[in-house]
């Protein structure tokens, strides 16, 4: 599979010539703007500088994922458990979906260093998650760690404030509701899938 890469408007379009591949998309409004002011600022060597989300090694993650990290500091004590929330988005592919391989690697990722003791902080960090309700751990084989599910952070953050109002800051509340308003999102319906 080949692919070109054409500016347009402060914005590189990668086309395939795959024929399994879709249609570039064209550029929204917003992005060209963005694009053209990223240009203006930083020079046309900029758009060379920095990732695609069509490339490989990127997934997508929540724009209230700092401050999700940042809450998550606040309700928990001993192991940092915001550097393993954060690992394991960076795992997922876009479904939410986690398998554990190798634990002394994931404790490693997140900044904790000794084969059993690296492994025993991460550990404890994965039980916070799964605690505060961010997560769900299922067992793989003997290993009680063997598959994460990263839960929606929105319906997290709704029963955390129903269940632990007095924990979660105002201010922090304050910052997550602006910033839902500022990127345009809207807060959730939840909606239950009821097997028949």
Same mark, same amino acid.
């Given at each position: 599979?080949?692919? #070109?890469? %054409?500016?347009?408007? =402060?914005?590189?379009?990668?086309?395939?010539?795959?024929?399994?591949?879709? %249609? @570039?998309?064209?550029?929204?409004?917003?992005?060209? +703007?963005?694009?053209?002011?990223?240009?203006?600022?930083? $020079?046309?060597?900029?758009?060379?500088? !920095?990732?695609?989300?069509?490339?490989? /090694?990127?997934? #997508?993650?929540?724009?209230?994922? @700092?401050?999700?990290? #940042?809450? !998550?500091?606040?309700?928990?004590? /001993?192991?940092?458990?915001?550097?393993?929330?954060?690992?394991?988005?960076?795992?997922?592919?876009?479904?939410?979906?986690?398998? !554990?391989?190798?634990? $002394?690697?994931?404790?490693?990722?997140? =900044?904790?260093? =000794?084969? &059993?003791? $690296?492994?025993?902080?991460? +550990?404890?960090?994965?039980?916070?998650?799964?605690?505060?309700?961010?997560?769900?751990?299922? @067992?793989? $084989?003997?290993?009680?760690?063997?598959?994460?599910?990263?839960? &929606? &952070?929105?319906?997290?953050?709704? %029963?955390?404030?129903?269940?632990? @109002?007095?924990?979660?800051?105002?201010?922090? #509340?304050?910052?997550?509701?602006?910033?839902?308003?500022?990127?345009?999102?809207? %807060?959730?319906?939840?909606?239950? !899938?009821?097997?028949?």
């Amino acid at each position: 599979m080949a692919t #070109t890469k %054409k500016e347009t408007g =402060g914005i590189i379009v990668i086309e395939s010539t795959d024929d399994e591949a879709t %249609k @570039p998309k064209k550029p929204h409004v917003s992005d060209r +703007r963005r694009g053209l002011e990223r240009t203006a600022v930083f $020079g046309d060597f900029a758009s060379t500088q !920095i990732w695609y989300k069509d490339e490989k /090694g990127f997934c #997508t993650i929540p724009r209230t994922l @700092p401050l999700l990290c #940042t809450l !998550i500091r606040e309700l928990t004590t /001993g192991a940092d458990a915001a550097r393993v929330y954060l690992d394991f988005w960076g795992r997922q592919h876009d479904d939410g979906f986690v398998e !554990i391989v190798d634990e $002394g690697d994931m404790a490693s990722a997140c =900044g904790y260093q =000794g084969a &059993h003791r $690296g492994v025993r902080y991460w +550990r404890t960090g994965v039980k916070e998650l799964a605690r505060l309700g961010f997560i769900e751990v299922k @067992p793989r $084989g003997a290993r009680a760690f063997g598959y994460v599910l990263l839960l &929606h &952070h929105d319906d997290v953050v709704k %029963k955390l404030l129903k269940a632990k @109002p007095n924990r979660v800051p105002a201010w922090w #509340t304050e910052l997550y509701d602006r910033r839902l308003r500022e990127t345009g999102v809207r %807060k959730r319906r939840v909606v239950q !899938i009821v097997d028949l």
